[in-house]
Nanobody, 120 residues
Framework: QVQLVESGGRLVQAGGSLRLSCVASGRTFSSYGMGWFRQAPGKEREFVAHVTWSGSNTYYADSVKGRFTISRDNAKSTVYLQMISLKPEDTAVYYC???????????WGWGQGTQVTVSS
């Protein structure tokens, strides 16, 4: 059974930065592309970023392009999301999950997520 543990979220002022981490256990992490998703209050969960299994290719939602960077460390079974120039509209619970591709559905169950709150 796969376990996903996200961390790194907190309250930050607009314009600030954060680095989120997600550790996966129970599967061969390096075999899967990984994505970050987020869910704001009252909204559907949405795709944020994707990194291929090797880390060589990345994809982003238009709303975060140029501000967020996804990366991974297969030796640590960890995927990261570096976020800069944060905006109040980035406020959400952030989740990671495996994906076949950037536009595909998540493959595993969800972790507990990590709350990011951006104050104006």
């Amino acid at each position: 059974q796969v376990q996903l543990v996200e961390s790194g979220g907190r309250l930050v002022q607009a314009g600030g930065s954060l680095r989120l981490s997600c550790v996966a256990s129970g599967r061969t992490f390096s075999s899967y592309g990984m994505g970050w998703f987020r869910q704001a209050p009252g909204k559907e969960r949405e795709f944020v970023a994707h990194v291929t299994w090797s880390g060589s290719n990345t994809y982003y939602a238009d709303s975060v392009k140029g501000r967020f960077t996804i990366s991974r460390d297969n030796a640590k079974s960890t995927v990261y999301l570096q976020m800069i120039s944060l905006k109040p509209e980035d406020t959400a619970v952030y989740y990671c999950n495996a994906q076949m591709g950037s536009g595909s559905q998540p493959l595993w169950g969800w972790g507990q997520g990590t709350q990011v709150t951006v104050s104006s």
